[in-house]
């Protein structure tokens, strides 16, 4: 079984600055994927970032970008230039390769000020 | 058809009521999930159909839980006799390869 952790319940930012989200998830598997979801007040999970563990180059998306070290199984999220839209609650997640269902961490609130 | 839709937002119920919800998927998506999300916490998998066979359930899904996905198209979740601990959001997604798309969830309270 796959287990996913997320240590910081609630990161705060300045806007424009910069924060990052720490995860750490254990598994034996070797081929998977890991996610950073994002869940706003209106709820809905968003997809913000995707990994695929094979590749050794980090994902980036526009101000999004990961940190992922395979074998330390850490899987960091940075929000450059944090804008007051960040604000939301931040999921990482595990997705074993053709497998059926996601894994989620705790959650960490990022809150961005103005 | 824009995204995965969810009826009803939210539920509130009296305890050892019966209550269903209900997911329509993205149409052309063949994977359909159900999660459940408690206060504070990230969401935990219920059940998984690929078209309208339910091909894997977790063990959080007690006795009093049921899915159906009759046509493979849209998904129904039903409660039987709720109890308190059943209060949460239930998300449901969908998705055609590896990447879910979720909805925004049926939030219900059991009073």
């Known amino acids: 079984a796959q287990t996913v952790t997320q240590s910081q319940p609630e990161m705060s930012v300045q806007e424009a600055e910069t924060v990052t989200l720490s995860c750490t998830y254990d598994?034996?598997?070797?081929?998977?994927?890991l996610f950073w979801y994002k869940q706003p007040p209106s709820r809905q999970m968003i997809l913000v970032i995707r990994?695929?563990?094979?590749?050794?180059q980090n994902a980036t998306e526009n101000r999004f970008s990961v940190n992922f070290q395979k074998a330390a199984k850490s899987f960091s999220l940075k929000i450059s230039d944090s804008q007051l839209g960040d604000t939301a609650m931040y999921f990482c997640a595990f997705l074993k390769a053709a497998g059926n269902k996601l894994t989620f961490g705790g959650g960490t609130r990022v809150l961005v000020k103005p | 058809d824009t995204g995965v839709s969810q009826d009803p937002r939210h539920k509130i119920t009296k305890r050892g009521q019966n209550v269903t919800f209900r997911c329509d998927p993205i149409s052309e998506h063949n994977r359909l999930y159900w999660y459940r999300q408690t206060l504070g916490q990230g969401p935990e998998f219920l059940t998984y159909f690929q078209n309208e066979a339910q091909l894997e359930k977790s063990r959080l899904l007690s006795d009093r839980f049921s899915a159906e996905r009759p046509k493979g198209s849209f998904s129904t979740l039903e409660i039987q006799r709720t109890e308190q601990g059943d209060s949460a959001m239930y998300l449901c997604?969908?998705?055609?390869?590896?990447?879910?798309?979720f909805g925004s969830g049926t939030r219900l309270t059991v009073v």
């Open positions: 990994q695929e563990a094979y590749k050794q």
């Open positions: 997604a969908s998705s055609s390869t590896d990447l879910p798309t």
């Open positions: 598994t034996s598997e070797s081929n998977y994927y």
